[in-house]
């Protein structure tokens, strides 16, 4: 069992910045995987980025160049560096993990990232 605990959603004007972060119950090296999806109201929860145990990143098309995925091993916690928001990126966000000991899925609760002026 792993548990996620996400902060730092919020409502920011358009151009502004947000981080989010997600601390998990166990350490990052037992996570194949550590992301974060984001739902739209009327979408699909789409993934938005990841980092794999190696460290390596990936990003969505639409955030790349804007969005930064990191890390903080001795704090079990993976950031999601939100900057020039826009209007589109108004969705719930989830950390995401895949535990690499039963390769099963870990969800967060959710947080509401809402750009508007």
């Known amino acids: 069992q792993v548990q996620l605990v996400e902060s730092g959603g919020g409502l920011v004007q358009p151009g502004g910045s947000l981080r989010l972060s997600c601390t998990a119950s166990r350490s990052v090296f037992d996570m194949n995987f550590m992301g974060w999806y984001r739902q739209a109201p009327g979408k699909e929860r789409e993934l938005v980025a990841g980092i794999q145990r190696s460290g390596s990143t990936n990003y969505a098309d639409s955030v790349k160049g804007r969005f930064t995925i990191s890390r903080d091993n001795a704090k079990n916690t993976v950031y999601l560096q939100m900057n020039s928001l826009n209007p589109e990126d108004t969705a719930v966000y989830y950390c995401?993990?895949?535990?690499?000991?039963?390769?099963?899925?870990?969800w967060g609760k959710g947080t509401l990232v809402t750009v508007s002026s």
């Open positions: 995401n993990v895949v535990y690499k000991y039963n390769g099963m899925n870990y």
